[in-house]
């Protein structure tokens, strides 16, 4: 553990061998066989197999290429140890999940019987059920750990010994990981008591702390999430939109069903004022042609000067005129 910056990746690339120490030599034995795990792992997963034509590369077939003297039962039964499905055994690899490409990585790493596993920050990106087998598999593993993490969860649940790294020295922490955050809190208080900035500085990380705090303790997410609980997300995000577009299609169906209600009515009301009118007109053209029958023996031309005097519209004279040619004979009419 340390501050970032401290060298804590840097310890370990110089184990590994991938950097050249400035002071110093790195001593190794030979036959010493070191694993080593950090969050980009699983996009090196498989790099480089070669496989038969119409092969896939599942987690059997990769790990049964990378250890031939295995056969596929044993392959899935690690597998299995390390939480990943049966149906998951069999399926391309670059389908599976940043959790389900690490349990792989985790039994690859279990296979190859190392005496020493280099583990940097291995739970970024984990979920809590991947974490799980994780721990299950370094407590089951029989030879040395090194891991830096700001997990505490993982530290207490694995760890035995704290080392810490600071002013480019590795020491011992003689207790338990508590008791050493418990010391950085002490000497961060005392440095804030002396400097405002860093005393400023310290009142965000507690607050920070405390925001974190009771985000875990409410479950708001702040913690990776496990499978279950992401399909559970999932399924009521469905069912919650399966609901809402039920309900708005029920809305759209009821509005258009009131709009053609409406549409109805005033169509009906349209075509009852119209009839109405109708009625009205027929009965005005019916009054002033009776008007001008009850008037026999008079001329022609009083009966026409009458009916035109009395109508209100062209429609009303025909109407008038029609009823009088019906009456009278149409020669003494015209004359």
Not at 55 to 75: D, G, K, R
Not at 80 to 86: A, D, I, M, S, V
Not at 161 to 176: D, L
Not at 212 to 220: H, I, Q, Y
Request: hydrophobic share 35%.
């Amino acid at each position: 553990v340390g501050a970032n910056g401290t060298g804590k990746s840097t310890l370990l690339k110089l184990m590994l061998g991938e950097l050249e120490p400035t002071e110093g030599e790195v001593r190794q034995s030979r036959m010493c066989k070191i694993g080593f795990y950090n969050q980009h792992s699983t996009d090196q997963l498989a790099k480089g197999v070669r496989l038969a034509k119409g092969e896939l590369l599942t987690p059997v077939s990769y790990l049964h290429h990378t250890f031939p003297e295995m056969n596929v039962q044993a392959i899935r039964n690690a597998l299995g140890r390390f939480g990943l499905e049966g149906h998951h055994h069999l399926q391309e690899i670059s389908t599976l999940s940043g959790g389900q490409k690490s349990r792989v990585v985790f039994v690859e790493m279990g296979l190859r019987r190392t005496h020493l596993l280099l583990l940097d920050e291995p739970t970024n990106h984990l979920d809590l059920e991947t974490v799980d087998c994780l721990v299950d598999g370094l407590r089951a593993f029989e030879g040395g750990v090194m891991v830096i993490t700001h997990n505490v969860e993982l530290i207490n649940r694995v760890c035995n010994e704290i080392w810490v790294i600071e002013e480019g020295k590795v020491n011992r922490f003689p207790g338990e990981f508590e008791e050493y955050r418990d010391m950085l809190a002490e000497q961060l208080s005392a440095i804030a008591d002396e400097d405002p900035e860093e005393k400023r500085r310290e009142k965000e990380r507690k607050e920070r702390e405390a925001a974190k705090a009771e985000a875990e303790s409410l479950g708001d997410g702040s913690r990776p999430k496990s499978k279950a609980q992401r399909d559970r997300e999932r399924k009521e995000a469905r069912e919650a939109k399966a609901a809402k577009d039920a309900a708005e299609a029920e809305e759209k169906a009821a509005r258009e069903k009131a709009e053609q209600e409406a549409r109805e009515v005033e169509m009906a009301a349209a075509a009852a004022a119209r009839r109405e009118a109708e009625d009205a007109r027929l009965r005005r053209e019916s009054e002033i042609a009776q008007a001008g029958v009850g008037a026999r023996g008079r001329p022609a031309q009083e009966l026409m000067s009458q009916l035109l005097e009395g109508a209100s519209s062209p429609l009303e004279v025909c109407g008038g005129l029609l009823v009088l040619l019906a009456e009278r004979e149409p020669l003494s009419l015209v004359g």
